[in-house]
């Protein structure tokens, strides 16, 4: 008889663009992948079609015609962080796998470096850099102009943040959930942090 195991991943469509994936049926030798309505024998393999899928959104983000300049750094959830938060386990803990957890954990740290990713082909700053944290919130590196990071708040909740240190400002970057995911929802998340920064952050060589 084939039993159900449920691994919920509930941030997912709410802090990155990419579709979900799902441990649908197991048999007690056997697990499925599911990534985008269609399933898979392996991890690795849904893996690469969400891979593939985000590397299609990417290719279609445009520079913007006029950047803001400075430097940008994104703190991403470690994978510590992302399984605490992003990670809710149904059914019967006993079939839950290590490699199963590891495979909801690795889509979400896709989803979430992709979002940077698209940060970087926007072209708002000169440069983009990345980095993961247990406490994203709470990560400081001096010689940045502006800080993007992703605040896992609960297994319901996660906010994108714009930090701005010279200016000792903060704001809230929202996920336009009304539109698709994919293209249309990481372009609002752009024109989003470009508006914010464009707005706020004065930097030295522009200071009279």
């Known amino acids: ?15 990155t663009l990419s579709g979900c ?5 197991v048999t007690p030798t056997t697990y499925t992948y599911t990534y985008s309505g269609k399933t898979y024998s392996s991890p690795q393999q849904a893996l690469d079609a ?14 913007t015609k006029n950047p803001v300049g ?3 750094l994104v ?3 470690s994978r510590s962080l992302i399984e605490k938060y992003g990670v809710a386990k149904t059914g019967n803990p006993a079939m839950v796998s290590r490699d199963m957890v590891d495979f909801i954990v690795s889509n979400l740290d896709m989803g979430y470096r992709t ?12 440069e983009v850099v990345v980095r993961n944290d247990d406490k994203p919130e709470m990560y400081v590196l001096p010689g940045y102009d502006a800080i993007i990071y992703l605040a896992l708040l609960s297994q319901d909740q996660a906010q994108w943040y714009l930090k701005l240190p010279q200016q000792n400002k903060e704001v809230p970057i929202y ?3 009304s539109r698709s995911i994919g293209i249309e929802r990481v372009t609002a998340w752009l024109d989003n942090i470009e508006k914010n920064t464009r707005e706020n952050l004065i930097l030295k060589e522009n200071k009279n």
């Open 1 to 15: 008889m084939l039993r159900k195991i449920g691994i919920i991943f509930i941030l997912i469509c709410v802090a």
């Open 21 to 25: 994936v799902t441990f649908p049926i």
């Open 50 to 63: 969400e891979q593939a899928d985000l590397d299609r959104v990417i290719r279609q983000v445009f520079p």
């Open 70 to 72: 400075g430097r940008a």
């Open 75 to 77: 703190v991403l959830p």
């Open 115 to 126: 979002m940077a990713d698209a940060l970087r082909a926007r072209n708002i700053f000169d």
């Open 175 to 177: 996920m336009d959930l």
